[in-house]
């Protein structure tokens, strides 16, 4: 009879304990890369796996024997027990360009557009030599406007400007080029994004000295 009573009490304690156990708080756990749609529209094929990791980040999950596949693994399981889980293979020819990506994402509309020239990292000779020590006079007629900018540079070289256009909008920035129709030979200054304050443009000296090689400083923009 004595057991009996007990069974029976622990029957009637069950759906307390479990009502109890969803009071429970329990953290949302993420691991892995996160990846938004935004990031996967500014990938093209064509780019070095210095650009997609400029893109993407470091993937997580490696393969030391097979170097041509970037695997972006992402899993999150939420405090009540949902699991969700998203994957991206980035994979690269022989000479190290990315070919396609699979997964779950869809490569954007432009992902197959050939890139217009192959953009390496820049010869760092050859840019120092086609930086302008010396700022070039500025028309009295241009000011500065009251945006900050990231400044890469000046240069005098038509080539160095367009490939630098392009590897900086590859990665996602927006360039503007001063003067916009410059004289035969007049400097051309390269500038990447803008913002209200300086402060807001600190954190991204860094990634753009490394991905142009180049000793960006932030400065006014000019009024165009």
């Known amino acids: 009879m004595v057991r009996v009573l007990i069974v029976a009490l622990g029957l009637m304690c069950l759906p307390g304990c479990s009502f109890l156990n969803s009071l429970v708080y329990k953290i949302d756990i993420p691991q892995g890369n996160f990846i938004d749609e935004k990031q996967v529209e500014k990938l093209r094929v064509g780019m070095t796996k210095e650009q997609v990791k400029f893109v993407l980040g470091t993937p997580m999950v490696n393969n ?11 899993r999150y399981k939420t405090g009540k027990g949902q699991l969700i889980e998203k994957r991206l293979v980035a994979k690269f020819d022989e000479n190290e360009l990315l070919t396609e990506i699979t997964g779950d994402y869809e490569p954007s509309e432009k992902f197959n557009v ?9 010869d760092n000779t050859e840019l120092s030599s086609d930086v302008v020590e010396e700022p070039p006079v500025i028309p009295a007629a241009s000011k500065e406007s009251d945006l900050w900018a990231i400044k890469v540079g000046e240069f005098s070289n038509a080539a160095n400007v367009k490939r630098l256009r392009i590897q900086l909008e590859q990665a996602g920035y927006i360039v503007t ?12 200054s390269v500038f990447a994004d803008s913002a209200e304050t300086q402060e807001e443009l600190q954190g991204q000296l860094e990634a753009i000295a490394e991905l142009t090689k180049t000793n960006p400083i932030i400065a006014h923009l000019p009024q165009m």
């Open 114 to 122: 050939p890139i217009d020239e192959y953009v390496s990292d820049f």
């Open 64 to 74: 030391a024997f097979n170097t041509k596949n970037w695997n972006y693994q992402y």
């Open 177 to 188: 080029t001063w003067p916009e129709q410059p004289a035969e030979g007049q400097p051309v």
